[in-house]
């Protein structure tokens, strides 16, 4: 274990140094990813593996950097565009649900299965609920969540810093703020880091959605109101987290388990393209609807994890509280909302094919 363990870390080391050395956006994210996926391309000669305990140590970090954005004016925004949150909440699912319609009929694939896998932003719930629900091909499930993950992931950062955007210079990025220094943590982050490991120790006992990630945030936001300020944390922390995060997802997609790998490759690569033309129409009607800068209604759009866009949008300088919370709107209406409904939808379908059967015989 530990040796694979390490094999892991210098892979992801080596990618990280790859991608800063070639200048690719958000390099300890994306390079540890790669790295991570391609070694395990080559199961005969490494086997990288990285717990899941890592990773949550990573979201953390990203949840306490994220709780240090909100403020009372944030939390009154959120409250005035709760109802557009609902209605791009909506399209955004809609949508997916036809590219999944599609997928499905492109496949032979059932639907209810490829739904599953399209539904963005859940991919943890929807494994959860795939396993719960008979008939459902978790394979295939999995290989759609992680490879539409990996695609946003990679494809987002690259859009945020091109043309499209204005690049990392547009003048709707928010000014940068001062280098966090090692010698401004203490003792401040003592007290928070107290705070933030027992809020997703908490969150986690009560099966709180994204516990280790929205535990520290709501904790650090609270902390913060109450009159204690939290120390930015430095680049090198920041980095490895994304590390941590960018190698637990790189080592999740395994294309060899499945069959007719390079039409479900394809077709998953389509929709992963689709949904975000998608974000990009939406990112338009929000920009129309609120004065937030293009860059942060695109990364509040986005079909990526909330943990992965709360760093592209702390790297651009996007304005993270309002990322957040339409991440986080998505997210908790997916968790409490999206499994009864799709139970719903299967119990029809399921009534629909055996009148279809009965008539037939």
């Known amino acids: ?72 004016h944030t939390l009154r925004e959120m409250g005035h565009q709760l109802p557009t949150m609902l209605l791009m909440t909506t399209l955004l699912l809609v949508a997916s649900t036809a590219i999944g319609f599609a997928v499905s009929k492109l496949t032979g694939i059932s639907f209810p299965t490829v739904l599953m896998g399209s539904i963005p932003g859940g991919m943890n719930q929807m494994l959860v609920l795939a396993e719960e629900t008979k008939g459902i091909d978790i394979t295939v499930v999995t290989f759609l969540q992680v490879s539409r993950l990996m695609m946003i992931i990679f494809c987002v950062p690259l859009l945020v810093f091109s043309p499209v955007f204005g690049g990392a210079h547009s003048q709707d990025l928010l000014p940068t703020e001062a280098a966090a220094r090692w010698g401004d943590l203490f003792p401040n982050v003592l007290v928070f880091g107290v705070v933030c490991f027992a809020a997703a120790w908490l969150a986690k006992r009560v099966r ?51 069959e007719n790998k390079l039409r479900l490759v394809t077709l998953a690569a389509l929709s992963g393209a689709a949904l ?62 999206i499994p009864p409904l799709i139970r719903l939808l299967f119990k029809r379908l399921e009534k629909r094919a055996a009148l279809a059967s009965a008539q037939k015989s």
């Open 1 to 72: 274990m530990v040796k694979n363990l390490a094999i892991a870390l210098l892979l992801s080391l080596a990618g990280g140094l790859l991608f800063t050395a070639l200048q690719i956006p958000l390099p300890w994210l994306l390079g540890p990813m790669t790295a991570a996926f391609l070694g395990t391309r080559f199961p005969k000669l490494v086997q990288p593996r990285w717990p899941g305990s890592i990773r949550d140590v990573a979201l953390i970090l990203i949840g306490y950097s994220i709780g240090l954005s909100f403020s009372s």
């Open 208 to 258: 709180f959605p994204s516990a280790y990630l929205l535990g520290p945030m709501i904790a650090t936001a609270v902390v913060q109101g109450l009159g204690l300020d939290g120390p930015a944390l430095p680049t090198g922390v920041l980095n490895a987290a994304q590390l941590m995060i960018g190698t637990y997802v790189g080592l999740l997609l395994r294309p060899e388990k499945l």
């Open 276 to 337: 975000l033309g998608i974000a990009l129409g939406l990112c338009a009607m929000l920009t129309v609807l609120h004065p937030v800068s293009p860059m942060t209604a695109f990364l509040s759009m986005s079909p990526g994890g909330m943990d992965q866009m709360g760093i592209i949008a702390h790297e651009v300088r996007a304005d993270i509280a309002i990322v957040t919370s339409y991440q986080i709107f998505r997210t908790w209406f997916i968790y409490f909302a």
